[in-house]
T-cell receptor, first 112, second 112 residues
Framework: KAGVTQTPRYLIKTRGQQVTLSCSPI?????VSWYQQTPGQGLQFLFE???????NKGNFPGRFSGRQFSNSRSEMNVSTLELGDSALYLC???????????FGPGTRLTVL | GNSVTQMEGPVTLSEEAFLTINCTYT??????LFWYVQYPGEGLQLLLK?????DKGSNKGFEATYRKETTSFHLEKGSVQVSDSAVYFC???????????FGTGTSLTVIP
């Protein structure tokens, strides 16, 4: 069974640009969550989608957005990148509520 | 609200030493509790879980018991190995199962 895949694995952007990250959950998993991981702030919850609907959103500015497609694949977008957006972005999926989340390897975003 | 508090790191131990990483939580209702491990350059992997009071989760020699009376879920291992060097995250899933709350992570280094 394939795991959670995230593309790209590494990304370098400059301030002001925008970026789109992709996450393919494990087949059959309907919940997809996104997290930002930085050395200073640790793991911070961005948002969670279930069957194409955003159910929860963390405390991030509107520059951070996401969506989920009918095949459960999800994308997150960050517009007008700032230096502080440099982080490891982790995607996690689970079959149903209360199931443990399975994490992907992450996308390492560097903003110059 | 819901939150998880982990002991501060980093923790450095000699091989075969006993490991305890403390984790306490605040939650409404009956959360599920988890320990995740992150090896360098990788995403988070589920290490063990417990879904109700007095449950003991165990995996790869690690154990944690869900203690409702002390709101704790401490991670223990009797004899650590160099390969256990990683960052360990305690997490809870609230009663809805929609959202996970992570601790700040505890870095463990095991030296030969």
């Amino acid at each position: 069974k394939a795991g959670v895949t995230q593309t790209p694995r590494y990304l370098i952007k400059t301030r002001g640009q925008q970026v789109t990250l992709s996450c393919s959950p494990i087949s059959g998993h309907r919940s997809v969550s996104w997290y930002q991981q930085t050395p200073g702030q640790g793991l911070q919850f961005l948002f969670e989608y279930f069957s194409e609907t955003q159910r929860n959103k963390g405390n991030f500015p509107g520059r951070f957005s996401g969506r989920q497609f009918s095949n459960s694949r999800s994308e997150m977008n960050v517009s007008t990148l700032e230096l502080g957006d440099s982080a490891l972005y982790l995607c996690a999926s689970s079959p149903e509520d209360r199931d443990p989340k399975v994490f992907g390897p992450g996308t390492r975003l560097t903003v110059l | 609200g819901n939150s998880v508090t982990q002991m501060e790191g980093p923790v450095t131990l000699s091989e075969e030493a006993f490991l305890t990483i403390n984790c306490t939580y605040t939650a409404t209702g009956y959360p599920s509790l988890f320990w995740y491990v992150q090896y360098p350059g990788e995403g988070l992997q589920l290490l063990l879980k417990a879904t109700k009071a007095d449950d003991k989760g165990s995996n790869k020699g690690f154990e944690a018991t869900y203690r409702k009376e002390t709101t704790s879920f401490h991670l223990e291992k009797g004899s650590v190995q160099v390969s256990d060097s990683a960052v360990y995250f305690c997490a809870l899933s609230d009663w809805t199962g929609n959202q996970f709350y992570f601790g700040t992570g505890t870095s463990l280094t095991v030296i030969p």
